[in-house]
């Protein structure tokens, strides 16, 4: 369970806090209730301090997904460590599920919700090092899952998920902005998921790259 000071994805900010990298949830546990300050680190893909501790900071990218499907409720269970692929991603898959979650992060499509809206269940390891389960029958769960990782430490996670999934894509290339944005409500809504991409230089969309 080693502690290091490390960076976050961007490299542009390095947290203050040592970062424990415990290998199970009995670890998490223990560093949590002999802790003063401490909050959870999620894959480090958050550009700010928002991950950040004055004491330290627990990372469970060492605790096995240990990933249960259920195939009746249509439901998986994952650490909350996991990098995901679900109903709506966002522009990249190598995110952790509880940090995802935790910032209401999102993908496209006026009609998807974001991955916080999949979210059944959460164990939490709380600041006494007790373990919580909260699910949807919780009062103020949405509160919890979207909770910006002030609640504790969420070890696992289950989502709703659907048994199969077809993609297709289409891709437009050099839209014009003045089309864009003189019809950009018909637009966004013309599909299941809609992105644009642009480099600010032109006066089009471009590619994505
Ligand atoms: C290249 C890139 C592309 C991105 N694309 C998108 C996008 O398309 N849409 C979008 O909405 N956002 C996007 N983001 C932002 C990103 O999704 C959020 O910053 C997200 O919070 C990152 O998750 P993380 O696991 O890296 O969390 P971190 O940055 O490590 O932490 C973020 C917050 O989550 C909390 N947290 C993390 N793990 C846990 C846990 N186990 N328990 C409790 N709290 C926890 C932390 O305490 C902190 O408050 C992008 C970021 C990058 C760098």
């Known amino acids: 369970m080693n502690q290091t000071s490390e960076r976050n994805w961007a490299g542009n900010y390095r947290y203050a806090a040592p970062v424990a990298h415990p290998r199970t949830i009995e670890e998490v546990h223990q560093l949590v209730a002999a802790a003063t300050q401490v ?39 994952v650490s909350g460590g996991t990098t995901y692929a679900l109903h709506n991603l966002a522009s990249l898959p190598h995110i952790s599920v509880a940090g995802a979650i935790a910032t209401g992060t999102h993908g496209s499509g006026d009609c998807n919700g974001s991955l916080a809206t999949a979210v059944s269940a959460l164990e939490i390891v709380t600041g006494s090092g007790e373990l919580q389960q909260v699910d949807r029958s919780t009062p103020d769960f949405a509160g919890m899952v979207v909770a910006l990782g002030a609640l504790g430490i969420v070890t696992r996670v289950t989502l709703d998920i659907q048994p199969t999934f077809e993609v297709q894509q289409f891709v437009y290339e050099n839209l ?10 018909a637009v966004m809504g013309s599909a299941y998921s809609v992105s644009l991409f642009t480099n600010w230089l032109g006066k089009t969309w471009i590619r994505p790259g």
Do not use: E, Y
Not at 46 to 73: H, K
Not at 176 to 185: I, R, T
């Open 176 to 185: 014009p902005w003045s089309a864009v944005l003189q019809h950009f409500d």
């Open 39 to 77: 909050r959870a680190l999620g894959s480090r893909h958050s550009f700010n301090a928002i991950a950040d501790s004055p004491g330290m900071l627990v990372a469970l990218d060492r605790v096995d997904d240990a990933i249960v499907i259920d195939p009746t409720a249509l439901s998986v269970g």
